[in-house]
């Protein structure tokens, strides 16, 4: 089987969320498993020195991007068994952030048309052709209506995942003859239009040859009002070929036993070592050195999605509690400077860190105790694994990849890996957590059960990639 992915990011080389570290991570899996896999990234320009110095040029071609003829060059560096192709345009991709730019239609459209060229250009033509989301879900569709005509490409299976149905790629109908240089018909006959706009990820939807989402339940919340953006009737449609395939995390990188970043290493079997993780955390924070109180912790963006307006409603309730509390996180401008107010009132048992700091990030893993999560949506989640992983109890609002990854703690039986809610109200997450808190304060025993049961859960992409397989290989067997 050969296999190509098509995205707008991979770690290490750029990532600004959850769909860069999935295309990092499930490419190399597979390899593993003796499939033929490659990744066609853009070269963007912002990636380091250290991965730039070992690109391979490759060759250069022009793409047409309607009237306009755009410079196209392919680098690639081939790490873990995984080759990765970056098509470099400096005008469309030397730029500071990956999106958010007023021409992304055109630089997506340019994108889209080079994957495809690319692949008769470099001699692999893939049996399975992974996009995902926006920024390459118009592939499929340019492969049945614009180059039907190359028969190298008849027999591509193609796969779309959605990571986040919010961004859609909504642009103006004249696109397709101005970019694609295609006929409207498409357009006009309802097909790629959604309300008054063409849409990328509907026509990915409605032309690929399976849709997947990156948990179950959110294959089934996108189906609702509630959560579809606006696709829901078009996800119902094609309800047969949409499935959930949960996300994995990188168990290599994290790892209590192994990471670097730590102070102290410890396992599910000698968890001494968390403690003094714990110590160590509350000292560089400038908190009161105290194991018995629990430290709870977010790592994360803030924002409305996020749910931290939920928790800034009784942040300043939850800091008079006998609790800990440390934040790191960038995001909306509101919260970063309500959490720190608020922080700055109650200075030995909070602190408030505004920044990206990944080592950091793997410390406050390793030392929390409780780790909030109150998203209003989460397509998957990776942070609560990660906590999981590291013995920290995650507090999740039951929804998406949080309520597939999360058993809520049972008090009749002792069981659980986390505690969860439902109603999406600052009341029932601060509820939420008084249970926690609770149940660290006076059940230790039972405590120390779920941090083990949490920690022998297995979100390794190994089992997610088994998935992935029997899909593809679905596929390929399909007349």
Not at 165 to 187: A, H, K, S, V, W
Request: net charge negative; with cysteine.
């Amino acid at each position: 089987m050969k296999l190509l992915f098509a995205a707008a990011e991979c770690a290490p080389f750029f990532k600004t969320g959850g769909l860069g570290d999935v295309i990092g991570t499930l490419p190399k899996v597979l390899a593993k498993e003796n499939v033929e896999t490659a990744v066609v990234l853009p070269y963007f320009t912002k990636m380091s020195d250290t991965y730039k110095k070992q690109l391979e040029d490759v060759l250069h071609f022009e793409v047409n991007v309607g009237w306009r003829k755009q410079y196209c060059g392919v680098k690639k560096i081939t790490i873990d068994e995984v080759t990765y192709y970056f098509i470099d345009n400096l005008y469309y991709f030397d730029r500071e952030e990956l999106y958010g730019y007023y021409d992304d239609g055109e630089r997506f459209a340019y994108f889209q048309m080079a994957v495809i060229e690319l692949m008769e250009k470099i001699d692999f033509i893939p049996d399975i052709l992974h996009v995902n989301d926006y920024h390459t879900a118009m592939i499929p569709f340019l492969l049945k209506e614009k180059y039907h005509w190359i028969k190298a490409y008849r027999n591509i299976r193609t796969v779309l995942t959605i990571h986040n149905i919010q961004f859609q790629g909504q642009y103006g109908p004249q696109i397709l003859p101005d970019l694609f240089g295609m006929g409207t018909e498409r357009y006009e006959d309802g097909t790629l239009r959604l309300g008054d706009a063409l849409n990328f990820m509907k026509a990915g939807i409605l032309y690929a040859d399976k849709v997947t989402t990156v948990s179950p339940s959110y294959a089934e919340e996108i189906q609702t009002p509630e959560f579809g953006c606006g696709l829901e009737v078009i996800l119902r449609m094609e309800a047969g070929k949409l499935s959930g395939i949960l996300n994995g995390i990188d168990y290599e990188l994290n790892d209590p036993e192994t990471d670097p970043a730590l102070d102290v290493h410890y396992s599910v079997e000698n968890l001494t070592g968390k403690q003094q993780n714990k110590v160590a955390m509350q000292k560089l924070m400038g908190l009161d050195v105290n194991t018995s109180v629990p430290l709870i912790a977010v790592v994360s963006r803030l924002t409305y999605q996020k749910g931290f307006h939920l928790l800034l409603d009784e942040f300043e309730n939850l800091l008079q509690m006998d609790v800990q509390f440390i934040l790191l996180g960038t995001g909306d401008p509101d919260f970063e400077r309500g959490f720190t107010e608020i922080a700055q009132r109650y200075p030995t048992n909070s602190t408030v860190v505004i920044d990206f700091d990944t080592k950091l990030a793997q410390q406050m893993y390793a030392s929390a105790d409780i780790f909030l999560m109150p998203s209003a949506f989460e397509p998957c989640g990776l942070s609560q694994m990660i906590a999981m992983r590291y013995g920290t109890i995650p507090v999740v609002h039951e929804i998406g990849g949080l309520k597939d990854t999360v058993t809520p703690f049972n008090p009749v039986e002792g069981t659980g890996t986390g505690f969860g809610f439902q109603e999406y109200s600052s009341f029932r997450l601060i509820e939420c957590i008084k249970k926690a808190i609770e149940l660290y304060e006076f059940s230790p025993e039972t405590w120390q059960k779920l941090v083990q049961a949490a920690m022998t859960q297995d979100f390794s992409w190994t089992r997610s990639c088994h998935k992935y397989l029997d899909m593809y290989q679905q596929l390929q067997t399909k007349d």
